[in-house]
């Protein structure tokens, strides 16, 4: 049984950091691409990072230069470490993982997604 589970969401400042993690289990990590998604309120789930199984990594531009997508595959993990956040980087984030995927940013390439954190930034 597949399971991606997200934690490090949270409240959190304009200007501020948060790590997302995510933990993978039930499949061979370190064969899939993992891709981090966010849905806000009343929009649609969009692509935020990458990181593919040979460590190459895409970025969303509203994103570039602030997060940073990193994967421990010795602990089954993925990471997304997020600076400098904005009110606008509020929403659910998803982490989802591609089988020998080359880190697209199209959701529907990822098989397996976990149930999301919640990510605040408050102005």
């Known amino acids: 049984q597949v399971q991606l589970v997200e934690s490090g969401g949270g409240l959190v400042q304009t200007g501020g950091s948060l790590r997302l993690s995510c933990a993978a289990s039930?499949?061979?990590?370190?064969?899939?691409?993992m891709g981090w998604f966010r849905q806000a309120p009343g929009k649609e789930r969009v692509f935020v990072s990458a990181?593919?199984?040979?460590?190459?990594?895409h970025y969303a531009d509203s994103v570039k230069g602030r997060f940073t997508i990193s994967r421990d595959n010795s602990k089954n993990t993925v990471y997304l470490q997020m600076n400098s956040l904005k009110p606008e980087d509020t929403a659910v984030y998803y982490c989802?993982?591609?089988?020998w995927g080359s880190g697209t940013n199209r959701a529907r390439d990822y098989a397996y997604w976990g149930q999301g954190t919640q990510v605040t930034v408050s102005s």
């Open positions: 990181i593919n199984y040979g460590g190459n990594t």
């Open positions: 989802a993982a591609d089988l």
């Open positions: 039930g499949i061979t990590f370190s064969s899939y691409a």
